[in-house]
Nanobody, 113 residues
Framework: QVQFVESGGGLVQAGGSLSISCAASESIFNIKYMVWSRQALGEDRELVAGITSDGTTKYADSVKGRFTISRDNAKNTLYLQMNSLKPEDSGFYYC???????WGQGTQVTVFS
């Protein structure tokens, strides 16, 4: 089954930007729907953004207008551009497909004020 490796997380000041990536172990060309989710310490994982194979996107209300999800099928990579970051955006970010496969290790994003 396809495996995902997230990268690009880090420490950023509130109001700043960060771009994270997710490399798949095989072609994502035929994956109809890919998503980014995040999990803050002590909280449930929540879906923040999704993208279809034809590029249609959808966002959680909490990130709409600030985050942009994209995919590069040629590079088997999913991206999440995060702007105007807030402390409540902190957490581990994970990518996956729908239906879900195994979750990766995630990449940690910490936003300080």
């Amino acid at each position: 089954q396809v495996q995902f490796v997230e990268s690009g997380g880090g420490l950023v000041q509130a109001g700043g930007s960060l771009s994270i990536s997710c490399a798949a172990s095989e072609s994502i060309f035929n994956i109809k729907y890919m998503v980014w989710s995040r999990q803050a310490l002590g909280e449930d994982r929540e879906l923040v953004a999704g993208i279809t194979s034809d590029g249609t996107t959808k966002y959680a209300d909490s990130v709409k207008g600030r985050f942009t999800i994209s995919r590069d099928n040629a590079k088997n990579t999913l991206y999440l551009q995060m702007n105007s970051l807030k402390p409540e955006d902190s957490g581990f970010y994970y990518c996956n497909m729908i239906p879900h496969t195994a979750w990766g290790q995630g990449t940690q994003v910490t936003v300080f004020s």
